[in-house]
């Protein structure tokens, strides 16, 4: 459940997936511990594949796709 979040988190959303549809899981962002929770909704993409070139707003490097950006925000926690 997202109320009991422990550690950090992102997830990733998008305008137009097929599979989840964002009106589902916002009501339950708010549950989340503060803190704990970083979304990110995307303007393209959806449910397993999210295009080249679009930002998480993590503060990592942009360089062309979601997996680098999530793989330096996460080193970055990790210190």
């Known amino acids: 459940m997202i ?4 550690v950090a988190t992102v997830m990733l959303l998008a305008r137009n997936d097929p599979i989840i549809p964002l009106g589902l899981v916002l009501p339950s962002i708010a549950d989340a511990p503060f803190g704990k ?4 909704v995307m303007s393209r993409g ?3 594949q999210f ?12 360089n062309g796709d979601v997996i ?3 793989a330096s925000y996460w080193l970055r926690l990790t210190g």
Request: aromatic fraction near 0%; avoid cysteine.
């Open 3 to 6: 109320a009991d979040l422990s």
């Open 37 to 40: 929770l970083h979304v990110s």
């Open 46 to 48: 959806g449910h397993l």
């Open 51 to 62: 295009p080249r070139g679009q930002s998480l707003g993590l503060a990592a490097p942009r």
């Open 68 to 70: 680098s950006q999530l």
